[in-house]
């Protein structure tokens, strides 16, 4: 049985990821720093797939901690790194803890895991890795400057091991998604329901189909969506100085949905 490793696999997209991936056949180790979701994902899995599903409860953007996954699962046939996390807002010096989290999970471990990971895919001669960037690699912006950035890493790092690894028998496919529907995104529900109408949100479960298909077929980057088509573009014609005064009004917005929210928690 052929084993797949995901990381933020305990909701959102890395559990949609392993549970098609267990209609697959295949075996789950999944990562996050979520224990009890963890686990009520494994058992949700096992009892509906009936596959061993493994997990590991640890905080990826610690350093080591790449080491520390594969040393648990040594060998995996497919990688899929996914764990991630979003914030909007200005860069301030209270925000630094969150700028290194955001760097050590989305650009360190996912570097350090496609290194490790490729090479021993590489020795056995197949393998698949797929990193989760997004649309915003191509969208340079107020509030989501270490986001994009990072993301954007992903998407030429991903493309460059692509090429290193591919005469090897081992596929890398980075896929860059418009919005997904999952608890990133702080939105009321019905602002998210309206979303998901008109095509702007996608669900995890038309993403994680597509983006498994691209991966299949060897795909080095994958953009999925008409969002992804047409936004970028457009967003890349407009005036800067209209994004800097657009921005201050998206993230003062941002800030007027996020509070409401925070308080019913």
Known sequence: MKTALVTGGSSGIGLEFARQLAQKGYALALVSNRGQELADAAASLRATHGVNVETLCIDLSKPGAAEEVLAWCPDPDVLINNAGMFFMDYLKPENLEKVRTMMGLHMDVVTELCILAGTRMK?????????????????????????????????????????????????????????????????????????????????????????????????????????????PPLIALLPATLIDRLGIKWIAGMDAIRQPLLRRK
Do not use: Q
């Open 123 to 231: 020795e056995k001669g197949g393998g698949h890795i797929l990193n989760m960037s997004s649309m915003t690699a191509r969208i340079p912006a107020p509030g989501i400057a270490i986001y994009s950035s990072t993301k954007a890493y992903l998407k030429v790092f991903g493309k460059s091991l692509s090429y290193e690894l591919r005469p090897f028998g081992v596929t890398v496919t980075t896929v860059c998604p418009a919005a997904v529907d999952t608890g990133l995104y702080p939105l009321p529900e019905r602002l998210r329901g309206f979303l998901r109408r008109i095509g702007l949100i996608r669900t995890p479960e038309w993403l994680v189909r597509k983006a498994l298909r691209a991966m299949y077929r060897g795909r080095r980057t994958y953009s999925p969506g008409l969002t992804n088509a047409i936004l």
